[in-house]
């Protein structure tokens, strides 16, 4: 019964609002109420509506009614005297299915009151929104994302997201259906990137984030020894596996536009080769992707690049092959801007064949190397390189030989040396001169001072010298260097290539003192001489049976007649034995006796 008379109560309540609204409507308009929308965070309600007109000036104020659901009783939440409002805000206690509707008193015959219709909180989504396709501009190169409208009636506009590393991150806010990446930061020709949109109303609801679509990369690979251009790109993600319908590839070729070139079945490959026939122009490539059995596509990056011709070297040449101590150095000079890669080097020694000695990668110009397997003093050695570029067993050109400069001395006495060469006349503009030097060290290199003994044309290849040894040239060492023609127009460097150093040196001339005396004038018994090698040669003192009293392997380091535990020995004669070396190598052997005075 009690259930009854609600219901009754509920029916009366419908029946004297719509009475209200029609006798309400009748004389000023109706209120139709437009949105409640609940912000969550503190559940506050914005309510909208459609004001009514003021004909007679007779409005003193509104009121705003709501219950938290249809089993409750409307109450009084508020109002306000500003008749220009459409919208306004109240607080509500929870944040259950609220209803609300508008109170405007007083109508024109100034006693009855004009009533809206009743409003729930509008909590639901939008109806999820699928994007169409992301394409790279064709102009700007930026990445265009496309959707269709929402299926909602009340979609006040969409959230872009760029979806990276399992995080959305929004970027654009707009109204249409269509937005465009300008972030300077993402470039679509360097990788992919993801996108996703969500729809939101007018109360702020919002959509799922859709499912991501991502852009794809085209990329090439030149391949000028066979003249083809090899395209890749990533498959479009979005549409699902199976349901890229074909690729279409576009070509520019020199800036005249571009035009299909092929059409690819989706599910087969994402590979083209386009082969070309002339060097010297640009292309330009796309990839668009078709959706199957729709007339949605996705346009790739455009890919660049021009075609240039392999340039072959010429001229290459060995600007010098020289001995340096115990190695040999090298110079080679190539064109540079040309299609080398890399130098074949081959070396030879004295008369043997060619065998290949290096290869080196080398895109051109000047360039110097060194060869330590080798013999200076007993061979010479011959060298020669090719030039080659990527394209396989493609050769260039080759350089001259040249082979270094081989010096045999022959001392037919002290003072009077022979020498003979292998003169070098393969320099690129020939030999100016050749010059014997002289120093007094074996170990004297291209900077050091050189004495010049003597001048030659290119063609000589033997001298004699008569220098003598002396106290300061105990080592007559020799070197024979030819000097290139001066530079000219073409030719912007004059090179020098150098012997190996053979040396002469005199035996050695060595006596010894035959007494010494204790704290007299001479007090110490050792060798004198010239050309020794004083470090290397040694001599041993024994008393007379045969005892030995003194031994030094630095032979400046004499005896001053003392024993081992440094005593002065007595006034007799004392043996001794020397092993002299000369700095020649020649060893001597000398036994005899020396007096100690005292």
Not at 231 to 249: C, D, K
Request: contains cysteine.
């Amino acid at each position: 019964m009690l259930v009854f008379r609600r219901i009754q109560y509920i029916a009366s309540f419908v029946i004297l609002i719509a009475f209200l609204q029609l006798k309400g409507f009748a004389v000023e308009g109706g209120i139709k109420m437009r949105r409640a929308c609940l912000n969550k965070s503190d559940s506050t309600v914005t309510l909208l509506w459609f004001k009514p007109t003021d004909n007679c000036n007779t409005f003193t104020s509104f009121s705003i009614y709501g219950r938290e659901d249809a089993m409750s009783v409307f109450k009084y939440l508020g109002g306000s005297t500003n008749f220009s409002l459409n919208s306004i805000q109240t607080k509500i206690s929870n944040q259950k299915n609220w209803e609300f509707y508008l109170v405007y008193s007083k109508a024109c015959n100034g006693m009855d009151s004009i009533y809206s219709d009743t409003l729930i909180i509008d909590d639901q989504q939008p109806v999820n929104s699928s994007i169409d396709s992301v394409s790279v501009e064709l102009v700007s190169q930026k990445t265009i994302i496309g959707w269709s409208k929402s299926a909602s009636n009340d979609v006040a506009g969409y959230i872009i997201y760029n979806y990276t590393g399992n995080t959305f991150v929004s970027f654009d806010n707009t109204k249409g259906t269509q937005s465009k990446d300008t972030d300077p930061n993402r470039d679509p020709s360097k990788k992919h990137y993801d996108y996703s949109i969500a729809a939101y109303d007018s109360c702020g609801n919002l959509s799922l984030i859709s499912a991501t679509h991502a852009t794809m990369v085209l990329s090439n690979k030149y391949d000028e020894c066979s003249r083809s251009i090899e395209l890749a790109w990533e498959a479009y993600t979005g549409w699902g596996a199976n349901n890229i319908e074909s690729y279409t590839v576009y070509m520019n070729l020199n800036n005249t536009g571009y035009v299909p070139i092929v059409t690819i079945n989706g599910n087969v490959s994402r590979k083209f080769t386009y082969n070309f026939t002339n060097f010297g122009d640009t292309y330009c490539f796309y990839v668009r992707a078709k959706k199957t059995g729709q007339n949605i596509t996705s346009s790739s990056n455009i890919s660049c690049l021009g075609t240039y011709s392999i340039i072959e070297p010429s001229n290459s040449y060995i600007a010098k092959v020289s001995v340096d101590l115990e190695v040999v150095e090298m110079t080679f000079v190539t064109q540079i801007g040309t299609s080398l890669t890399k130098i074949n080097i081959y070396k030879a020694d004295d008369n043997n064949p060619f065998g290949l000695w290096q290869t080196i990668n080398f895109t051109g110009g000047t360039i110097t190397l060194i060869d330590n397997q080798v013999k200076v003093h007993n061979k010479n050695y011959s060298y020669y390189f090719t030039t080659e570029g990527n394209c396989a067993n493609l050769i260039f050109d080759s350089s001259q030989i040249c082979k270094t400069i081989l010096l045999k001395l022959n001392m037919l006495a002290p003072g009077n040396q022979d020498l003979g060469w292998n003169n070098y006349s393969l320099f690129k503009k020939k030999t100016e001169k050749q010059e014997l030097i002289l120093t007094n060290t074996p170990i004297a290199n291209k900077s050091s001072p050189w004495n010049i003994l003597n001048t030659f044309n290119p063609i000589i290849v033997m001298a004699n010298d008569q220098s003598v040894f002396s106290t300061s040239m105990q080592q007559l060492c020799y070197c024979v260097r030819a000097i290139e023609n001066p530079i000219n127009q073409f030719y912007r460097r004059q090179d020098t290539s150098y012997s190996n150093i053979e040396c002469a040196t005199a035996d050695p001339i060595v006596f010894f003192p035959n007494a010494i005396q204790i704290n007299g004038f001479n007090t110490t018994f050792f060798p004198e001489g010239v050309f020794l090698d004083y470090t290397k040669s040694s001599f041993q003192v024994f008393n007379r049976w045969g005892q030995l009293l003194y031994e030094t392997y630095d032979i400046r380091k004499g005896w001053d007649g003392k024993l081992l535990n440094g005593e002065y020995v007595e006034e007799d004669i004392y043996a001794y034995s020397a092993i002299i070396i000369g700095i020649n190598g020649k060893q001597l052997y000398f036994d005899g006796t020396v007096t100690v005075l005292k």
